[in-house]
């Protein structure tokens, strides 16, 4: 049945299979349907950051953008699932088309934009989930904001979803938000990241319970950028990283229908890019901070070699559309 529903929606257009699958899932997830899409993985528990996952494979943040399907997709073994990106106004994203497949590489382009509802729907569908495992949330700047007040955006954000996360993530490496990446490098991060931890010390006295902030970084770095950004992180204590987002470069994909179309790579064809940015992130780092590997994970053996690379979890997004639910058990079970 999984087999059958997924080659029909691989069939229709990129974004409207994507609204109609979000929408049947959240109508579907707490009734006796979720059969049709639940799996259960042998449970192989780990803690990271303080925070105990039933497994260490979770949903990447972009497919979920509004925490409508929590439950749905926590029924399909995933032992987290991270929701967003989220900003604090709603806003419509790029114009359409903005999704594209290029199924020969099992690979996708987006350049959705942060297309979302705003951060008060996501927190009111969180607060409605009767999923129990962790809980990640992905937040961002609207697009209208200037740079240099990127932060407010980030501090609404983060003060709005703190009390309902297992952990936030700050995404600061969308290639589809005009000037966000520039917050990746020098002065740039390292003010964002001084003013995003001194609000978090302040809503750990607020809420009593402290929430881990880890920042999302893209694969397209070089070595010194790497080691400058895991000095920053090091430096303000940061929680965590998530390696990587999606990537600019069209080298692996040449020819290909849409492979010049604009946004974010993502899918097999990354697979080593952040495999590598993985391994000299933990180099660099020196074990001072867990890594989330994500990009690329497409079977068992290429998540067990992002965790033989450094990560403690792994999470998945582009292999998902392509191979559905099942894919989760699969890894799971093999690592």
């Given amino acids: 049945m999984q087999s059958l529903v997924q080659k029909l929606l691989l069939q229709c257009e990129p974004e409207k299979s994507h609204d109609f699958t979000i929408n049947w899932l959240n109508k579907t997830q707490h009734t006796p349907l979720k059969w049709m899409y639940s799996t259960t993985p042998i449970a192989k528990p780990v803690t990271v950051a303080g925070i105990k996952f039933d497994n260490p494979v979770?949903?990447?943040?972009?497919?979920?953008?509004?925490?409508?399907?929590?439950?749905?997709?926590?029924?399909?073994?995933?032992?987290?699932?991270?929701?967003?990106?989220?900003?604090?106004?709603p806003q419509p994203g790029n114009p359409k088309p903005r999704l594209f497949r290029l199924p020969e590489k099992q690979a996708i382009i987006n350049r959705m934009g942060f297309n979302n509802k705003g951060v008060d729907h996501l927190v009111e569908q969180v607060k409605e989930a009767k999923f129990?495992?962790?809980?990640?949330?992905?937040?961002g700047k609207n697009k209208d904001t200037e740079d240099a007040k990127a932060l407010e955006d980030y501090?609404?954000?983060?003060?709005?979803?703190?009390?309902?996360?297992?952990?936030?993530?700050?995404?600061?490496?969308?290639?589809?938000?005009?000037?966000?990446?520039?917050?990746?490098?020098?002065?740039?991060?390292?003010?964002?990241?001084?003013?995003?931890?001194?609000?978090?010390?302040?809503?750990?006295?607020?809420?009593?319970?402290?929430?881990?902030?880890?920042?999302?970084?893209?694969?397209?770095?070089?070595?010194d950028e790497i080691s400058s950004i895991a000095v920053s992180l090091m430096n303000s204590k940061m929680d965590g990283v998530i390696a990587t987002n999606t990537t600019l470069s069209r080298d692996a994909v040449q020819g290909l229908a849409h492979a010049d179309e604009m946004g974010g790579l993502s899918g097999s064809v990354m697979t080593d890019m952040s495999l590598q940015v993985t391994k000299k992130l933990?180099?660099?780092?020196?074990?001072?901070?867990?890594?989330?590997?994500?990009g690329g994970i497409d079977s068992p053996e290429s998540a067990q070699a992002r965790l033989d690379a450094g990560a403690s979890l792994v999470q998945l997004y582009s292999a998902f559309i392509y191979q559905g639910p099942s894919l989760v058990k699969r890894i799971v079970n093999a690592l």
């Fill in 58 to 89: 979770g949903l990447a943040a972009g497919l979920d953008k509004n925490g409508d399907c929590i439950d749905a997709f926590s029924s399909m073994g995933f032992g987290f699932v991270e929701i967003g990106t989220v900003t604090p106004r």
């Fill in 132 to 139: 129990k495992g962790p809980i990640g949330i992905n937040i």
């Fill in 155 to 223: 501090l609404i954000c983060l003060n709005k979803v703190y009390p309902y996360a297992s952990y936030i993530t700050i995404n600061i490496s969308s290639p589809n938000t005009p000037g966000l990446r520039n917050l990746q490098y020098g002065e740039a991060l390292d003010s964002l990241l001084v003013g995003l931890k001194a609000a978090q010390e302040t809503l750990t006295q607020t809420h009593s319970k402290y929430v881990p902030m880890f920042i999302k970084i893209a694969p397209d770095l070089s070595d």
């Fill in 282 to 294: 933990d180099k660099a780092l020196d074990k001072s901070m867990p890594i989330i590997g994500v």
